[in-house]
């Protein structure tokens, strides 16, 4: 496939690093990204891994990615008035095969964490593009293989949600990376904080979706859910939700467990199910 002209050397990021001093020093702006965002987001509950990028600057109509290995991963260019307009802030993720095989699923595609780790290598992901203006823009992303734990969720009560720290990866757990020193164990990677997310177990009883999403610290390990937001679907007569706890290293990594709930008027466990 024919790459996009941007007017640069190949991929490498010691040529390319060159290049941009020598495009600075020429009288060509050069910018930064302010975000340039490479993270892997495993779900330990569904058994599946993907990679994530957020990029953003003022603004751009070029952009491309370069792995580690100089391999140029991603490619995007503004057409039309996209080109006038120009573009900002960009997050995409990619496809979640499972880890291991499903055998209620038979033909669902099956990408062992060992083989997604190295097709994702850890290090330095090189962002160049080119701003409206016809600047340059350069960023990079670090990509970690510390991957933390996948926290167990113990209740939910329609109010009150509550978790604690895990000790691997769930369905997504190889213990044979840890063995082999290719990724450090999930129990002694640092949390940094936690993602917590609320919504219906079915996604189209309501409309609109009305989602409640937080972050907090590591040091807390219980939410509240407002009583506002519950309370407006058990009037639409809806009373199985999904709960989704991550846990989030340094770098951005997170580890998801999920755990549905019938709460409300439609039951009175709050054990998940």
């Keep these: 496939m024919k790459s996009l002209n941007l007017g640069l050397p190949p991929p490498g990021s010691t040529i390319l690093a060159l290049w941009l001093a020598v495009a600075s020093g020429g009288g060509w702006a050069q910018e930064e990204f302010s975000k340039a965002t ?19 600057a003022d603004t751009w109509k070029e952009v491309r990615i370069t792995d580690p290995g100089g391999r140029r991963i991603f490619k995007e260019q503004a057409k039309g008035a996209l080109v006038d307009q120009g573009l900002t802030e960009n997050f995409f993720e990619s496809a979640e095969p499972r880890c291991l095989p499903d055998p209620e699923a038979p033909d669902e595609e099956v990408v062992p ?46 109010s009150l949600i509550t978790w604690a720290p895990g000790i691997d990866l769930g369905n997504c757990h190889d213990p044979a990376l840890v063995m082999d020193g290719v990724i450090p164990d999930p129990v002694t990677v640092e949390v940094v904080g936690w993602e917590v997310v609320v919504e219906p177990t079915d996604d189209e009883v309501a409309d609109p979706l009305r989602v ?62």
């Design 38 to 56: 490479v993270i892997i987001e495993i779900n330990a509950t569904d058994g599946d891994a993907g990679f994530h990028v957020l990029l953003d």
């Design 113 to 158: 964490l060992a083989e997604f780790l190295e097709r994702f290598p850890a290090g330095d992901y090189l962002f160049d593009g080119k701003s409206t203006d016809d600047g340059v823009l350069a960023g990079t992303g670090e990509l970690t293989h510390s991957l933390p734990a996948a926290p167990a969720l113990l209740t939910f009560n329609g």
């Design 212 to 273: 409640f999403r937080v972050q907090l610290p590591p040091d807390v390990v219980s939410v509240t859910v407002p009583e506002a937001f519950m309370d407006a679907y058990f009037d639409d007569g809806v009373f199985e939700f999904k709960v989704e706890v991550g846990a989030i290293e340094a770098s951005g990594n997170q580890t998801f467990s999920e755990v549905e709930f019938e709460v409300g008027n439609g039951g009175d466990d709050d054990n998940g199910e």
